[in-house]
């Protein structure tokens, strides 16, 4: 095989990125643009700050209001990407919300809400994109997970599991959708600096955990899963897919 500098190129490819307002998914999207893509910005909040920084790099790159467990919301996403590009080559279902309680006292409504979001969105997204990317006879997908969908995490119950899920579903995509050249692959992330994290990283019991629990002694920042981004999302992963990579700072590899 010969290698070329093209293996981790993303000019002129379309990327749908999910949640993508801030935290994880607004620097997978600037990543994305940086790296050629074209890409097309989702979130239920106001997106235009990550608009704004994706147009220094791609000025065909556009924003639109998707709440993924909505599948109707997810066929105009679909079909506007479509419309506006012609093919969709790359989906990045990032968009997920956690909540806390003891599994003993954790609402119905709220085990509902995170299995709506977190497993039923990556469900309705990845099949709607995948409807087009059977036609193309190509696509990558990327599910962000977590560590805690490896192992069990106290007072995440719904999340932990619904993370689980998308292990399941990423396996099982990658199982039927191989033949048409669709690559779906999971990420597990440990702990980033976002939104999300953001009542942990204040606690300094918790801070104090990472320092001595994971192998690199930090937390990471929000844009550290771009090389992972763009090795699953280029050429450079082509033979890859039904895997589950683990980005923890080497957390849940260590005793
Ligand atoms: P975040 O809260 O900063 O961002 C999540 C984004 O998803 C927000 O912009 C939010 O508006 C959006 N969102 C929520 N519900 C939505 C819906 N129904 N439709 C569309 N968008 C919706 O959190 P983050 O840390 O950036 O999380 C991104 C992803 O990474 C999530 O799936 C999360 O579970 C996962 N993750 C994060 C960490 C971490 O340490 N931050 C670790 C493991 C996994």
């Known amino acids: 095989m010969t290698m070329n500098n093209d293996l981790f190129n993303l000019d002129g490819k379309v990327a749908i990125i999910t949640g993508a307002a801030r935290g994880l998914g607004k620097s997978i999207a600037v990543g994305l643009a940086k790296f050629g893509a074209h890409v097309v910005i989702t979130d239920v909040i106001d997106t235009s700050g990550t608009l704004e920084e994706i147009k220094k790099f791609d000025d065909q790159s556009f924003d639109l209001q998707v709440d993924v467990s909505d599948e109707s919301d997810v ?31 954790f609402s119905e409504d709220d085990w509902k809400k995170v299995i709506d979001v977190n497993l039923n969105g990556v469900f ?8 087009q990317m059977i036609e193309q006879k190509s696509g990558k997908i990327i599910n962000i997970s977590s560590i805690a969908g490896l192992s069990g995490y106290a007072s995440s119950v719904a999340y932990s599991a619904s993370k689980a ?26 702990v980033f600096a976002t939104n999300m994290t953001e009542d942990y990283l ?11 629990k994971v192998p690199l002694s930090r937390y990471a920042k929000s844009d550290e899963l771009i090389g992972t981004i763009i ?23 260590a005793l």
Do not use: R
């Open 231 to 253: 090795y699953l999302a280029s050429n450079a992963s082509d033979y890859m897919t039904g895997h589950a990579l683990v980005i923890d700072g080497g957390w849940t590899s």
């Open 165 to 190: 899920g998308v292990i399941s579903l990423t396996k099982t995509l990658a199982a039927e959708w191989g033949k048409h050249n669709i690559q779906v692959n999971a990420i597990c992330p440990g």
């Open 202 to 212: 204040k606690d300094e019991d918790f801070k104090e955990m990472i320092k001595t």
């Open 124 to 131: 309705l997204c990845a099949q709607a994109a995948g409807k």
């Open 75 to 105: 066929e105009t996403m679909i079909k506007k990407t479509i419309d506006h590009f012609g093919s969709i080559d790359i989906l990045v279902n990032n968009a997920g919300i956690l909540k806390t309680a003891n599994a003993e006292d």
